[in-house]
């Protein structure tokens, strides 16, 4: 039986206007769906404040139970999942399985978080027992984008949920079903008493009401730089706490020892998986003036040999990009570029929303799809000729996200990253990479540090209260 019916997508109404959730590899309609309005947000965090007081309560082992079975459902589902994160997000089959994979990871580890100890018995001045004690923060929001929406859903809704929050989730509503709703109905499935996992896809009006609640006091938030700034301002003005994890321009260095048969296709990944829409894509690609012509012709080359189109009914490489204006976006700074002297090695065209995978040579701190988070296929490639060179352009972005560095000597390889500040470094890898384990974040305009995975997550999604208890009423002087 399949968990994502298009008749109850939403079992409470929302009164906002209706969305049509479409194909961006067709323009097709699969399905409609109602927004939610800042009213719905207000109705919503009543009803999960008052649920999350009872799921607080519950033991820790029922509440790792459902988190365990959430993740059992993520690959019990697959098929019916993949379908959807290929038709309406654009992903390629094999980009759906890593998200659903992820997913599941990400629900066991939260289980895990249940039955972490709690707090730590503190020595005191006093003749009292003092200690300290993890407690939910409340009613969680989870602000998540399009572009890998069932992991930027899942890794704040698990941990969210298994601390003993309530979780109001705003997916971006071009990928409704596959970043938010599909969560809501394997949580169902999965024993998740109702009320605690509200759905709101929306625009700006539900975001902004859900920063604003005085019953939300913690805000995860993924994606763009421009909207994290506004998200973190307003949740300053209300005194709540904001986790944004925001865009990126990651660097890729190569140094001269590097084995070019081995690093173009880790290059082409890095640039051009999942269109390049991943704030942890490529976006720099930083090569030793001696590799620097042969790199371009093999990176160009293998752009020209990769297939673009329908994920779900060709088999490509590439699929769509998202939407017209992210389209209009990219070709925008292609352009620009190549109006600022860089060289468009291959690509620079598109068909509808399928846009070639493109390399760029000649580019300099003039050329915007290299200065620029591009959100695209697009791989800009700048040389250098020394190390100190090397750490000086890849600092010189006002992101501080993800970092690769391609070397024959590792070691080599983390003394150059140690002078770059970024919140993710891969040593002979390329920029984007994700477990469930591991902490995931960056510095800078790339949002406010690490905090998904493990004690990252207990410190984001709890509060810190400290107790005491005395045998007897204190004395006082008065």
């Known amino acids: 039986m399949p968990l994502l019916d298009t008749r109850s ?8 206007p209706g969305y049509t959730v479409t194909e961006p590899a067709t323009g097709q309609a699969l399905g409609t769906l109602a927004l939610a309005t800042p009213e719905d947000v207000a109705a919503a965090a009543g009803r999960a404040a008052t649920a999350q007081r009872e799921w607080a309560r519950t033991p820790h082992f029922a509440r790792a139970a459902v988190l365990r079975k959430a993740g059992d459902l993520f690959t019990a589902h697959a098929d019916e999942l993949r379908e959807w994160l290929v038709r309406e997000s654009g992903s390629v089959p094999g980009k759906a399985d890593f998200e659903l994979h992820v997913a599941a990871q990400e629900c066991y580890e939260a289980a895990a978080l249940a039955s972490r100890p709690a707090g730590q018995v503190l ?55 596959c970043g938010g709703l599909s969560l809501a109905a394997v949580f169902a499935a999965a024993g998740l008493p109702e009320e605690l996992l509200h759905v709101l896809p929306g625009g700006p009006e539900a975001g902004q009401a859900l920063v604003a609640d005085p019953r939300v006091p913690v805000i995860s938030f993924t994606g763009s730089t421009a909207a994290g700034r506004a998200v973190g301002e307003a949740a300053g003005r209300h005194l709540k706490r904001a986790h944004l994890e925001l865009g990126g321009n990651s660097a890729m260095i190569v140094l001269e020892d590097a084995d070019l ?10 640039s ?14 930083l090569v030793h003036a001696s590799l620097y012509d042969e790199y371009v012709e093999r990176l ?23 939407d017209s204006g992210q389209l209009s976006k990219i070709s925008g700074l292609v352009e620009a570029s190549r109006t600022a002297g860089a060289k468009v090695a291959a690509g620079g065209t598109h068909d509808r929303l399928f846009y070639r995978p493109t390399v760029l ?30 750490a000086a352009l890849a600092a010189q972005s ?8 391609v070397t024959r000597d590792p070691a080599r390889g983390l003394d150059l990253a140690e002078r770059i500040p970024t919140g993710i470094v891969h040593i002979n ?16 305009a790339s949002g406010t540090g690490a905090r998904f995975g493990g004690e990252a997550n207990l410190e984001a999604f709890t509060e810190l209260r400290w107790t005491t208890v005395r045998g007897d009423v204190a004395p006082y002087p008065f």
């Open 261 to 270: 048969d081995a690093v173009i296709s880790t290059a082409a990944w890095g």
């Open 429 to 444: 890898d390329q920029t984007v990479n994700d477990e469930a384990v591991a902490p995931f974040g960056g510095v800078a």
């Open 9 to 16: 997508w939403q079992p409470r109404p929302l009164s906002g």
């Open 300 to 322: 160009a080359a293998k752009a020209d040999s990769l297939a673009v189109g329908d994920p779900y009914r060709d088999q490509v490489h590439l699929g769509p990009i998202i």
């Open 361 to 390: 040579a000649h580019v300099d701190d003039r050329t915007p799809a290299y200065t620029e988070e591009v959100f695209g296929p697009v791989a800009p490639v700048r040389s250098f000729t020394t190390a100190d060179e090397a």
């Open 123 to 177: 020595p005191s001045e006093a003749p009292r027992l003092s200690y300290t004690r993890r407690v939910p923060a409340g009613v969680v929001g989870v602000i998540s984008p399009f572009n890998a929406p069932l992991i930027l859903s899942i890794r704040s809704v698990a941990p969210a949920l298994a601390l003993g929050n309530a979780v109001l989730l705003k997916p971006d509503p071009r990928t409704a079903v």
């Open 272 to 285: 051009f998986f999942h269109q390049g829409q991943i704030c942890m894509t490529t976006g720099r690609h």
């Open 398 to 405: 006002p992101y501080g996200l993800s970092l690769g560095i």
